[in-house]
Protein backbone atom coordinates (compact mmCIF):
# COMPACT_ATOMS: atom_id res chain seq x y z
CA UNK A 1 0.00 0.00 0.00
CA UNK A 2 1.45 3.26 -0.85
CA UNK A 3 1.55 6.48 1.79
CA UNK A 4 -1.36 7.97 -0.02
CA UNK A 5 -3.09 5.15 -0.08
CA UNK A 6 -2.43 4.68 3.52
CA UNK A 7 -3.22 8.46 4.28
CA UNK A 8 -6.79 7.76 2.50
CA UNK A 9 -7.66 4.46 4.36
CA UNK A 10 -6.18 6.06 8.02
CA UNK A 11 -9.41 9.07 7.05
CA UNK A 12 -11.76 6.46 6.41
CA UNK A 13 -11.09 5.15 9.73
CA UNK A 14 -11.00 8.13 11.50
CA UNK A 15 -14.50 8.48 10.35
CA UNK A 16 -15.51 5.41 11.37
CA UNK A 17 -14.42 5.58 14.79
CA UNK A 18 -15.70 8.87 15.36
CA UNK A 19 -18.63 8.79 17.63
CA UNK A 20 -21.25 10.20 15.25
CA UNK A 21 -20.60 7.57 12.88
CA UNK A 22 -23.03 5.21 13.82
CA UNK A 23 -25.38 7.36 14.79
CA UNK A 24 -25.93 9.42 11.40
CA UNK A 25 -25.85 6.29 9.83
CA UNK A 26 -28.84 4.84 12.16
CA UNK A 27 -30.42 7.99 11.79
CA UNK A 28 -30.04 7.69 7.50
CA UNK A 29 -31.69 3.76 7.62
CA UNK A 30 -34.42 5.43 10.15
CA UNK A 31 -35.36 8.08 7.59
CA UNK A 32 -35.26 5.70 4.72
CA UNK A 33 -37.28 3.32 6.79
CA UNK A 34 -40.02 5.57 7.21
CA UNK A 35 -39.88 6.58 3.25
CA UNK A 36 -40.43 3.04 2.54
CA UNK A 37 -43.48 2.70 4.54
CA UNK A 38 -44.86 5.86 3.42
CA UNK A 39 -44.41 5.13 -0.24
CA UNK A 40 -47.34 4.36 -1.81
CA UNK A 41 -46.18 2.39 -5.19
CA UNK A 42 -44.61 -0.66 -4.79
CA UNK A 43 -41.66 0.63 -7.43
CA UNK A 44 -40.82 3.14 -4.70
CA UNK A 45 -40.44 0.70 -1.83
CA UNK A 46 -37.93 -1.01 -4.36
CA UNK A 47 -35.84 1.99 -4.71
CA UNK A 48 -35.42 2.79 -1.18
CA UNK A 49 -34.87 -1.01 -0.09
CA UNK A 50 -32.15 -0.88 -2.84
CA UNK A 51 -30.45 2.47 -1.44
CA UNK A 52 -30.89 0.62 1.88
CA UNK A 53 -28.65 -2.08 0.33
CA UNK A 54 -26.30 0.10 -0.94
CA UNK A 55 -25.71 2.75 2.22
CA UNK A 56 -24.92 -0.92 3.67
CA UNK A 57 -22.42 -1.81 1.04
CA UNK A 58 -21.09 1.28 1.30
CA UNK A 59 -20.37 0.91 5.26
CA UNK A 60 -18.73 -2.42 4.54
CA UNK A 61 -16.41 -1.26 1.71
CA UNK A 62 -15.37 1.67 4.25
CA UNK A 63 -15.17 -0.64 7.32
CA UNK A 64 -12.44 -2.91 5.35
CA UNK A 65 -9.90 -0.25 4.55
CA UNK A 66 -10.26 0.81 7.91
CA UNK A 67 -9.78 -2.76 9.36
CA UNK A 68 -6.52 -2.81 6.55
CA UNK A 69 -5.54 0.41 8.34
CA UNK A 70 -6.04 -1.05 12.08
CA UNK A 71 -4.03 -4.20 10.85
CA UNK A 72 -1.05 -2.12 9.91
CA UNK A 73 -1.19 -0.23 13.80
CA UNK A 74 -2.03 -3.18 15.62
Do not use: C, H, W
Not at 11 to 33: A, C, Q, T, V, W
Not at 37 to 65: F, H, M, P
Amino acid sequence: MTDEEYQKKKLIRNILDNPLFEPIIMEIKSELGLIMLTSETEAKRIEIQSLNKALDRLVGYLTEYANEVRAING
